[in-house]
């Protein structure tokens, strides 16, 4: 459990640390060509195959297992995180995020996910995390990946901040990071107002 827990907590900051403009200032002093999104993506799928030797290599006690009408209802959730993940592809620049191409500086914008969770990603990866079966060494992921989720969010946007400024701000004040609240979103209008 413990090689786990420390592989996750050393992963997690290393990719949240190479996500920083000032790791990413370091690299380009030294390898101006180097194209650092790409670098970054291919390096974090890299170093993410011993975790995944770590909880799919061995046998973990099992703690919970969904049965009955709660198994439908678990499938039920998975789904619906995965369709909104994929149809919320289509509000992304997946060649600039995968490194493909540049990235532009671009506008802020919010998509129609962005009107209720700030994060609409780690929102579904969230649903996806905890609406599965449970054995004691998903649970240590479960655990690292949601305080890394949380705490990424916190650092990713302090970078957007620093890029948007007031409107960014703004918006944080109004809808919330990663768990959608009913009472807590934007109308399309509202959305318009703030992205001007």
Not at 16 to 43: C, D, E, Q, T
Not at 124 to 131: E, H, P, Q, Y
Not at 179 to 190: D, M
Request: glycine fraction near 8%; proline fraction near 5%; hydrophobic fraction near 50%.
């Amino acid at each position: 459990m413990r090689a786990i827990l420390a592989y996750w907590a050393v992963y997690f900051a290393l990719h949240s640390g190479l996500a920083s403009s000032r790791a990413k200032a370091m690299v380009h002093a030294r390898w101006p060509r180097l194209p650092y999104r790409l670098a970054y993506n291919i390096l974090a799928v890299i170093l993410l195959l011993p975790g995944i030797w770590l909880l799919w290599g061995r046998s973990w006690p099992v703690l919970w297992e969904f049965e009955e009408g709660w198994r439908y209802v678990s499938w039920l959730l998975q789904g619906l995180a995965a369709a909104g993940f994929l149809w919320s592809l289509r509000y992304y620049d997946m060649g600039a995020f995968l490194g493909l191409k540049p990235e532009s500086e671009g506008n802020f914008k919010i998509s129609p996910f962005h009107r209720f969770v700030r994060h609409p990603w780690y929102a579904f990866a969230l649903v996806l995390i905890w609406s599965s079966d449970m054995n004691s060494g998903r649970l240590a992921t479960s655990v690292m990946a949601t305080l890394y989720l949380f705490f990424g969010s916190r650092h990713e946007e302090s970078m957007l901040v620093e890029r948007f400024g007031a409107g960014y701000a703004e918006y944080r004040k109004k809808v919330p990071g990663l768990i959608p609240l009913p009472w807590k979103y934007l109308s399309r209008r509202e959305a318009a107002t703030l992205v001007k």
